[in-house]
């Protein structure tokens, strides 16, 4: 572990450095001295305010829950809204939060957080993430369990910043948004407008930037059907997710296939993300 807290690992080509104390993000990856996510600086450190750097843990939630209030079997639980979504509830407690390290080689770690309940989130739960660096790539593990004694609902994504470049995908159908960034709640067929900078899709199985002399891809287990793809000029980000945009109130009005979870006590959700490095010049 450096001084900083942040711990490296490496394998052929291949260099990773995570920040368990930091919510258990990726900090930096790198292939042959480029970088294939955005570097976190180093001075990082505000839990709610996060530089756009890096690549952090999605838990128990991806992206907004609307007005941070929670419908879900049949009781509606307050959340705590966040700053940078108000009224709304923003990306899960579990990146505020510092995970411990469980075990790691040179090219190998797990990251484990023990959840309890609190204003945040009102079930307790277990969360690991494994990152595994091999001569082209990360693979990183997720997965999150019930640890509470009543029904969770659960969800499970990750959020890596991407170097700029030109974006593609195969998603087969995607979730018209608000202005406040939350799904209408229509289920269309089609990647949806190419021009907008943010995109909720799904039905994917492969997303891709193209950089200078480089391809970065991203893929998923089918567990993470969801794929949030969001453009802001310096970066790109490709977030694999189970579940769509506030999918646990769109479910509970009704809507279908919204890919959400709900784990019984003990149970457990999981899934797999690989990213992927290709040279090109």
Same mark, same amino acid.
């Not at 079997?73 to 579990?94: E, I, K, M, N, V």
């Not at 277990?126 to 009543?150: H, M, P, V, W, Y």
């Given at each position: 572990?450096?001084?900083?807290?942040?711990?490296?690992?490496?394998?052929?080509?291949?260099?990773?450095?995570?920040?368990?104390?930091?919510?258990?993000?990726?900090?930096?990856?790198?292939?042959?001295?480029?970088?294939?996510?955005?570097?976190?600086?180093?001075?990082?450190?505000?839990?709610?305010?996060?530089?756009?750097?890096?690549?952090?843990?999605?838990?128990?939630?991806?992206?907004?829950?609307?007005?941070?209030?929670?419908?879900?079997?049949?009781?509606?639980?307050?959340?705590?809204?966040?700053?940078?979504?108000?009224?709304?509830?923003?990306?899960?407690?579990?990146? @505020?939060?510092?995970?411990?390290?469980?075990?790691?080689? =040179?090219?190998?770690? #797990?990251? +484990?957080?023990?959840? /309890? &309940?609190? *204003?945040?989130?009102?079930?307790?739960?277990?969360?690991?993430?494994?990152?595994?660096?091999?001569?082209?790539?990360?693979?990183?593990?997720?997965?999150?369990?019930?640890?509470?004694?009543?029904?969770?609902?659960?969800?499970?994504?990750?959020?890596?910043?991407?170097?700029?470049?030109?974006?593609?995908?195969?998603?087969?159908?995607?979730?018209?948004?608000?202005?406040?960034?939350?799904?209408?709640?229509? @289920?269309?067929?089609?990647?949806?407008?190419?021009?907008? =900078?943010?995109?909720? #899709?799904? +039905?994917?199985?492969? /997303? &891709?930037? *193209?950089?200078?002399?480089?391809?970065?891809?991203?893929?998923?287990?089918?567990?993470?059907?969801?794929?949030?793809?969001?453009?802001?000029?310096?970066?790109?980000?490709?977030?694999?997710?189970?579940?769509?945009?506030?999918?646990?109130?769109?479910?509970?009005?009704?809507?279908?296939?919204?890919?959400?979870?709900?784990?019984?006590?003990?149970?457990?959700?999981?899934?797999?993300?690989?990213?992927?490095? @290709?040279?090109?010049?």
């Amino acid at each position: 572990m450096s001084p900083a807290g942040r711990l490296r690992l490496a394998q052929g080509g291949l260099e990773a450095e995570l920040a368990p104390a930091l919510g258990g993000r990726l900090t930096m990856l790198r292939h042959a001295g480029r970088d294939i996510v955005v570097p976190l600086p180093m001075d990082h450190a505000d839990p709610l305010f996060w530089g756009k750097g890096g690549g952090y843990p999605l838990v128990p939630y991806h992206n907004r829950i609307a007005n941070a209030q929670l419908h879900f079997d049949g009781a509606a639980f307050d959340l705590l809204p966040h700053p940078d979504a108000l009224p709304h509830s923003l990306h899960g407690p579990a990146q @505020r939060r510092p995970w411990r390290l469980v075990e790691r080689d =040179a090219a190998n770690a #797990v990251l +484990a957080l023990d959840y /309890a &309940a609190d *204003a945040d989130w009102p079930w307790a739960f277990e969360a690991r993430q494994s990152f595994t660096l091999g001569d082209k790539g990360l693979t990183i593990g997720l997965t999150l369990r019930n640890t509470d004694t009543t029904p969770m609902p659960a969800g499970l994504g990750w959020h890596p910043y991407l170097p700029a470049g030109r974006v593609t995908h195969d998603a087969a159908i995607h979730w018209p948004l608000r202005p406040d960034y939350l799904p209408t709640g229509k @289920r269309l067929d089609g990647p949806g407008p190419q021009a907008e =900078a943010t995109r909720y #899709v799904e +039905a994917w199985t492969m /997303a &891709a930037v *193209a950089v200078d002399e480089m391809d970065i891809t991203l893929t998923a287990s089918p567990e993470f059907g969801h794929l949030v793809v969001h453009g802001a000029g310096q970066y790109v980000c490709l977030e694999p997710a189970t579940h769509v945009a506030n999918g646990f109130n769109l479910a509970a009005a009704g809507h279908d296939l919204t890919g959400t979870h709900s784990l019984a006590p003990g149970e457990v959700l999981a899934g797999t993300i690989r990213l992927m490095v @290709r040279e090109t010049s």
